[in-house]
């Protein structure tokens, strides 16, 4: 399995983006991606999930700015990104494992088994 990560770039506060993240070799009929974080200095977290029955986990800091939403005939997960704050800069990185997980489970890097190269995101004030 490969994920392929777009669409990072430059963006003002308040500013949109979408990111892509696209697999290949993927075959496998459950699946869980998700999209992490890591900012300058700080540890990676949790940003938002989705199962491929369309479930989804948010996490507080991104809620109701952040709408991921996936092609499943592309295997495509796509993250619209509203209302950017300087906070939100960070390298963003796609990941998926084989599995619908639990919504306890989702948030938790170490589910993740494939893992994509990061897009940069920064945000100027």
């Known amino acids: 399995v490969q994920l392929q990560a777009s669409g990072g770039g430059l963006v003002q506060v308040g500013g949109s983006l979408r990111l892509s993240c696209a697999a290949s070799?993927?075959?496998?009929?459950?699946?869980?991606m998700a999209w992490f974080r890591r900012a300058p200095g700080k540890e990676r977290e949790f940003v938002v999930a989705?199962?491929?029955?369309?479930?989804?986990s948010y996490s507080d800091s991104v809620k109701g700015r952040f709408t991921i939403s996936r092609d499943g005939a592309k295997k495509t997960v796509y993250l619209q990104i509203n209302s950017l704050k300087s906070e939100d800069t960070a390298d963003y990185y796609c990941?998926?494992?084989?599995?619908?997980?639990?919504?306890?489970?989702?948030?938790?890097?170490?589910?993740?088994?494939?893992w994509g190269q990061g897009t940069l995101v920064t945000v100027s004030s």
């Open positions: 990941a998926v494992t084989t599995s619908n997980l639990i919504t306890s489970a989702r948030r938790d890097s170490n589910n993740y088994y494939y």
């Open positions: 070799g993927l075959s496998f009929r459950s699946y869980t």
């Open positions: 989705v199962r491929s029955d369309g479930a989804t």
